[in-house]
């Protein structure tokens, strides 16, 4: 993932040591560590990725090679992010 880099050893010392500390513990007023509020300016996939599952399918030979002719790499993501944005758009009509 872009931006991302490995944990130095002390970095996951600290995060194995927070770990076990129950929620109450956590100061939400430090202002290093503000709670979140507003997702407004979230970006799917910046920090939480979906578990993809391998599928086999069957798709009509002229749906599969416009996206391979317009994606020469990646269409199989690009099939995802269609796939994904007719649901997310199917969900937000069932919500009207």
Do not use: C
Request: glycine letters at 6%; proline letters at 5%.
């Amino acid at each position: 993932m872009a931006g991302t880099r490995t944990l130095t050893a002390e970095e996951k010392a600290e995060l194995d040591a927070l770990r076990g500390r129950p929620d109450r513990e956590i100061d939400l007023t430090d202002p290093d560590s503000p709670e979140v509020t507003n997702w407004a300016g979230a970006i799917r996939g910046v920090l939480y990725r979906p578990v993809k599952l391998p599928v086999t399918m069957r798709i009509d030979a002229d749906v599969l090679a416009w996206f391979k002719s317009h994606f020469e790499k990646g269409y199989q993501t690009k099939i995802n992010a269609a796939l994904r944005a007719y649901v997310e758009a199917e969900e937000h009509q069932r919500i009207k």
